[in-house]
Structures are given as structure tokens and as C-alpha cells.
């Protein structure tokens, strides 16, 4: 049981502790306040809950529970840590006088805190010996904050008013310089006691201006930015800019609050502005790039020359987001121009770059670009609006195109060259007498299939007159001689398709006519010729190669690896038709294949 020190036996009129002992829990839990007691050696005896809801914990009770106090930790308003033998209730039980309107600082157990406001009595005998003390605390951390607020709004509005980059001052109603702030003195050069005080029009150069300043503030208007001139200390005038309004008491104009500025410098800012804001534009307009700005909103303000060109349209300022026409993405899906990149940097307040678009002019033509839109911003960091800047990539996208298409083909060739390399060694090593007669044979096909990759190689694999293929197949293996070999023909340019069969094809013959044919003898001729003959979805190309002048030709037994390699290029690769005549005069050999009707 909870063991009550200081209370006698005798029965009488109980102390004011002895009661307090009395009501017991129930009773001391119907006050709206925080209470506890505390015997005369310092030991918790009674408190209520609402002192243990602001401690945040429930004390133990009597020599082996808390003392002085409930709470977890305490400090002094300071922040200071308070030992609890040092606290209010403490120094009351030891001095035995009360504490009125003491404050410390309660920390909880979950490290929140408090500023308690207590009020501690001590409870006496009837013979005026201390038996305990009652303390009464309240959280008053809102009225702290409320104090502190107050406290530091006034310090602000009091420091805002006398150390304003500002000039400020406060004129009666009557004219006189009520107060004046450390900017407002420095702006004018006077000191406090040679300006406050004073009529104010004693320092206006116009007197109907401050004449008209007053009665626009004394009838209830507001002065927005009002130019007047003012004279300074050292006798030089001051352009200002004065902002005011006044303050009425009882519907009396009792004063002005007015602020002060020196435009003289905002004049030449201004002027630096605009100089600055026209040299930009004539910067921005000689850009070979496409260069629009906008507002905030993302309409038009601004867009040079490059993008009238390039949007093939004339803008209209406040055009919304972008000065093209329509807007694709690179797959060609429609992208709504509130969705364009110019749109997303304005609303993301965000720079955007890796992207590209595709613009469609007018006309129906479209521009690949890749957009730069970059928001801008004021000396506050506010978004006032962006910057953008169109780069036509038609050229790289092109050259995109141009390689990959190239890479594409290379490899195709590649694998066309090495099939064909491969089908030229089985099929002589097939045909040959002997080892060194394969090897010589298919050392020459090798070197005329090398001299059509150099030829392509020049044409960057791109079309390459038949002339010109044939004289480069044909003189490394029969020489120039122009009175025995003629070459002839339309004029028309091959794909490297066309150039690698016909390569191959001429060079057997011209092997053939070297080896048996016109050209073994000194008195042999060869003809060249060719033709092309437009088709509804084409053009036919013929070709007839004659010998005459030769050795005796009879037809071969067999039909020869040459023969064949000849029907595989033109038949099979080409599309075509081949005949090869072996007649007495001369080898007769013709061949035609469609091709693309493109001319020389």
C-alpha cells in the first residue's frame, strides 16, 4: 500500500494536504488542468491525467518513485538540461516559498517537448510545517510560438522598414517627415535630424507635384511608380519613383507610406535592356538555324528568318508551341503540337535535347529536325518562357541512309563475292588437266572479278557505264589494239548487280578469243556491241560478241566449265537469255537481260 507521510492521528480539521490526500485520483482527474503533489521530502503522491497525457508517461508513486516531478526529461526554456533536484517543485519544497509563472522546457519520451508554465504552492500544517506542495502546469508552447511570431514579425517589419534597399519614409497628413529610413537618406545625402521633421515639399524640386502626390493620397488613391524630381544634399537632382498610399484613422487622412526609388539607374538598365534584347534579336535573326522564343504560356514572340524557311509558313506571334505547320514523330505517328518537345520544356520548366521530330510544311513536304527548346528565366528563377532552336538533319539523316544502305550492300557483296569465289574453285578444280592449269585458270577468273571490284570501288558501288566496264575487262586481257577490237553500244549505266555478271561473262570470252578464237591470230577481230530497247517495265539490253578472222571453230564435244559459268551469270543471276554459236568464221556470242533504263 501507498505508504502518506505527515499525516497525524489525531483527529481534527484535516491540512490543506491531508484533503488534497483525501479526494484521492477520481477527484483530482475532474480538474482541466495538469496537478501533482509531491510530499514534503519531494516523493510523487497524487496526480491526475492530465498531468500524465503532458509528461507522456505515469510516474511511479512514493520513496521509490519519482520525485519532484513526472516528467522524462526536463531543460530551462534555453534549452539547457535541468536536473530534476534543481527544478521549480525542488526549490519550492527547499525554500518553502512559492513559484508563480515559472517556465522549463518538458521533454517526453518520444523526444517530443514542451514549454510548461507552472504555478507551485506549498501545503502546510496547522503549525505551519511544510507537508507537501501542489503544482499546477499547463502547456503554453503555443502561446510561446504566438509570443515569438509576434516578437519576430515586429523585429522584421522593423528591420524591413529601416534597413530596406529602399528608401522609405512616413509623411503626416500635414506634410511633415514623420520618419525616414537609412536608404532614403543615403538616396538624397541628408542626415535624419536635417530631413525628418521637415515639410515635405521643402525637398521637392516641382512644387505641383507634390502638391498633386498629396491630394491624390489624402483622396484615398494610390501612387503607382509617380516620376518626380527631388533635390539632394549636394544640390544635384534626383529622378524618383514614388510608390505610396495613405493611412486613414476615424476616415482622417492620417499619413503616407511611401517608397522612394532612384529610376536614374533603372533608366539606364532599361536602356541596356533594349539594346541588348535588339542585338540579340539581330543575332538570332542571322542564324542559319531555325530560332523562335515564346511566354511562359508558350506563345510565339519571336522566330527569324531560318524558321519561315524551314516551317515553309509565316508564324503568327501567339501561335502556340511550335511555328511549324504539323508535327511527326520519327515512326510518323501525328504528335499534337501541345505534345512537342517546346511544349513539354515549358511545362516540365526542363531542357530537352536527343530528340527528334519530323515537320511537315504546307505543301506536303517534311523536314527531319532535331529540337533544342530550353526554358528561360528571371533573376527570381522564374519561368518567363523558352527558347528554341530547329536543326535540320535532312542531309545527316541522309547520309544515315546513305550508309546504312552502303553497310547493307557491303555485306551482300561479300556474301556474293565469297559464294562466287567458291563456286569458281570447285567448278575448275572440276574441269582442270592438272594442278597448274587449274590454278591458272582460276587465277584469271579471281583477277577479273578483282578488276570489277575496283571498278565498282571507284563508282562507290554505285551504277557504272557499260562502256567504261567494258573496256576495263577486256584491254587487261586482249591489250589495246583499236584496229582489231571495237567496242560500241548505247549509252546506259549498270547496277553492281548487272557489273559483277557481266564482268565475269565478258572475261571468259575474252580468255576464249585469246586462247583458240580472233585474237590468237594477228589478223583476228573482235566486235562489241550492244543495244537497248525500252520496255513497259524496263529496258532490254543485247549484247553480240563476233570473232572473225581466227583459227577454224568447231563446236566442243562437251560443254566447258567457261560455257557454264557464262549461262549461270546471264541466266540465272540476270534473268536472261544466252546463246553461244560456234561458228566456222568466227564465235558468235549473244546475250539479253532486262535492266533499269538508266542513261549514261
Known amino acids: 500500500m501507498l505508504k502518506v507521510e505527515g499525516v497525524p492521528k489525531d483527529i481534527g480539521v484535516p491540512s490543506e494536504y491531508e484533503s488534497l490526500i483525501a479526494m484521492g485520483t477520481h477527484a483530482l482527474n475532474a480538474i482541466p488542468g495538469a496537478i501533482y503533489l509531491c510530499d514534503r521530502e519531494g516523493w510523487l503522491v497524487r496526480f491526475n491525467s492530465e498531468a500524465v497525457n503532458l509528461w ?49 522546457l518538458i521533454e517526453r519520451p518520444d523526444g517530443s517537448r514542451f514549454v510548461a508554465l507552472m504555478n507551485i504552492r506549498t501545503l502546510r500544517d496547522q503549525h505551519g510545517e511544510i507537508q507537501g506542495a501542489i503544482n499546477c502546469f499547463q502547456d503554453v508552447s503555443l502561446h510561446h510560438a504566438i509570443a515569438e511570431e509576434l ?12 534597413n530596406s534597399a529602399v528608401g522609405l519614409h512616413i509623411v503626416s497628413g500635414e506634410g511633415i517627415i514623420l520618419r525616414a529610413n537609412k536608404a532614403e537618406l543615403a538616396l538624397l545625402g541628408y542626415c535624419a535630424d536635417e530631413y525628418i521633421g521637415r515639410h515635405i515639399n521643402e525637398f521637392h524640386v516641382d512644387e505641383p507635384v507634390i502638391g498633386d502626390i498629396l491630394n491624390k493620397l489624402g483622396s484615398g488613391d494610390c501612387l503607382n511608380s509617380y516620376p518626380a524630381r527631388l533635390r539632394a544634399r549636394d544640390g544635384s537632382i534626383k529622378h524618383v519613383a ?105 511545362k516540365e520548366n526542363r531542357s530537352i535535347r536527343g530528340v527528334e521530330a519530323i515537320a511537315e510544311r504546307p505543301d506536303g513536304t517534311r523536314v527531319p529536325f532535331a529540337p533544342y527548346p530550353t526554358p528561360l528565366h528571371d533573376g527570381n528563377g522564374n519561368l518567363i518562357g523558352a527558347i528554341n532552336m530547329l536543326v535540320d538533319i535532312t542531309e545527316r539523316k541522309q547520309a544515315e541512309d546513305r550508309q546504312k544502305n552502303l553497310i547493307d550492300e557491303l555485306n551482300h557483296r561479300v556474301k556474293n563475292t565469297l559464294a562466287t569465289v567458291q563456286s569458281l574453285a570447285a567448278q575448275t578444280a572440276r574441269n582442270a588437266l592438272d594442278a597448274k592449269d587449274g590454278y591458272t585458270r582460276f587465277e584469271g577468273r579471281l583477277l577479273a572479278l578483282s578488276r570489277a571490284h575496283d571498278l565498282l570501288t571507284k563508282r562507290h558501288w554505285g551504277l557504272t557505264p557499260l562502256g567504261v566496264l567494258a573496256h576495263e575487262v577486256l584491254m587487261p586481257v586482249l591489250g589495246a589494239e583499236p584496229g582489231r577490237i571495237r567496242i560500241t553500244g548505247d549509252a546506259i549505266e549498270v547496277d553492281t548487280r548487272v557489273a559483277l555478271s557481266l564482268t565475269m561473262t565478258l572475261n571468259e570470252l575474252a580468255i576464249n578469243a585469246l586462247k583458240y578464237g580472233a585474237m590468237f591470230t594477228e589478223t583476228g577481230t573482235l566486235s562489241v556491241d550492244w543495244s537497248v530497247q525500252p520496255q513497259p517495265n524496263g529496258a532490254l539490253l543485247t549484247l553480240d560478241w563476233r570473232e572473225q578472222g581466227g583459227p577454224p571453230v568447231s563446236t566442243p564435244a562437251r560443254e566447258g566449265l567457261g560455257s557454264r559459268l557464262m549461262k549461270r551469270c546471264i541466266e540465272r543471276d540476270l534473268g536472261g537469255s544466252f546463246e553461244l554459236d560456234f561458228a566456222p568464221e568466227g564465235v558468235h556470242c549473244r546475250f539479253s537481260f532486262m535492266v533499269a533504263e538508266n542513261k549514261a
Not at 518553502?96 to 509563472?101: D, F, I
Not at 516578437?151 to 529601416?162: I, M, N, P, Q, V
Request: with cysteine; glycine share 8%.
Open 56 to 104: 507522456g508517461r505515469t510516474p511511479a508513486l512514493g520513496e521509490h518513485g519519482d520525485r519532484f516531478c513526472g516528467s522524462y526529461r526536463l531543460y530551462t526554456t534555453g534549452g539547457t538540461p535541468l536536473a530534476v533536484d534543481e527544478c521549480p517543485m525542488a526549490s519550492t519544497l527547499k525554500a518553502g516559498l512559492w513559484a508563480r509563472n515559472q517556465e522549463v
Open 151 to 162: 516578437r519576430r514579425k515586429s523585429s522584421d517589419l522593423e528591420d524591413f522598414f529601416e
Open 242 to 346: 514614388i510608390t505610396s498610399n495613405g493611412r486613414f484613422e476615424d476616415g482622417k487622412f492620417f499619413n503616407t507610406r511611401c517608397f522612394t526609388i532612384d529610376v536614374t539607374r533603372v533608366h539606364a538598365a532599361e536602356t541596356e535592356r533594349q539594346e541588348s534584347e535588339r542585338h540579340m534579336r539581330n543575332l538570332l535573326e542571322a542564324l542559319p538555324a531555325a530560332v523562335y522564343t515564346t511566354d511562359a504560356e508558350g506563345r510565339i514572340t519571336f522566330y527569324n528568318r531560318a524558321a519561315v524557311e524551314l516551317s515553309g509558313r509565316t508564324p503568327q506571334l501567339g501561335d502556340q508551341w511550335c511555328v511549324t505547320w504539323k508535327l511527326f514523330n520519327t515512326d510518323g505517328s501525328y504528335l499534337p503540337h501541345d505534345q512537342c518537345p517546346m511544349a513539354v520544356a515549358l
